[in-house]
T-cell receptor, first 111, second 115 residues
């Protein structure tokens, strides 16, 4: 079974400061990792996936298989980054390839 | 393109009553998902359809929950009878093709309160 842990329910940083949202996972096979974001009064949407190796809205995330982590980082936070962020995992193979979400981190970027 | 539509947006019922939620996925999206999101938790998959067939319903409480996607387009999720612990946001999502490679697009959700 897979499990995703986001240890911080709430995270506040000041505008312009670096931000890191932590995500750790537990899965015996090869995972695909995602970050989803939900802005206030908007729908849950995909932010980035590790396979794409993209930087979206200045955010990056690197899959560290040794530490089983997929932390989300941004060097200079903006007020519009305030949102709920969910880390999610999906097995790369097998019959049960459902998306498993963490419990989320509410990020607040202070002016 | 229009996004995933869900109705109603809010529903309040008493325990032991029945309730149904409706989802209309993005046009052409073959795969449809229903998630349950309890307050303070991430979404949890309840059931996944590929066209009108069930791919995964391993986490659906089948004694009280049911879902269908008869024509491979719209879907309904029903709870009968509801319990207090069913209070949650029910999210519908869809993807273009087969499960694996495509982004899931989420609807706005239906917030259910069971009193």
């Amino acid at each position: 079974a897979q499990r995703v842990t986001q240890p911080e329910k709430l995270l506040s940083v000041f505008k312009g400061a670096p931000v890191e949202l932590k995500c750790n996972y537990s899965y015996s096979g090869s995972p695909e990792l995602f970050w989803y974001v939900q802005y206030s009064r908007q729908r849950l949407q995909l932010l980035l996936r590790h396979i794409s190796r993209e930087s979206i809205k200045g955010f990056t995330a690197d899959l560290n298989k040794g530490e089983t982590s997929f932390h989300l980082k941004k060097p200079f936070a903006q007020e519009e980054d305030s949102a709920m962020y969910y880390c999610a995992l999906r097995p790369l193979s097998g019959s049960a390839r459902q998306l498993t979400f963490g419990s989320g981190t509410q990020l607040t970027v202070l002016p | 393109e229009a996004g995933v539509a869900q109705s109603p947006r809010y529903k309040i019922i008493e325990k032991r009553q029945s309730v149904a939620f409706w989802c209309n996925p993005i046009s052409g999206h073959a795969t449809l998902y229903w998630y349950q999101q309890i307050l303070g938790q991430g979404p949890k998959l309840l059931i996944q359809f590929q066209n009108n067939g069930v791919v995964d319903d391993s986490q659906l409480p089948k004694d009280r929950f049911s879902a269908e996607r008869l024509k491979g387009v719209d879907s309904t999720l029903k709870i009968q009878p509801a319990k207090l612990e069913d209070s949650a946001v029910y999210l519908c999502a869809s993807t273009l093709g087969r499960i694996d490679y495509n982004e899931q697009f989420f609807g706005p959700g239906t917030r259910l309160t069971v009193l």
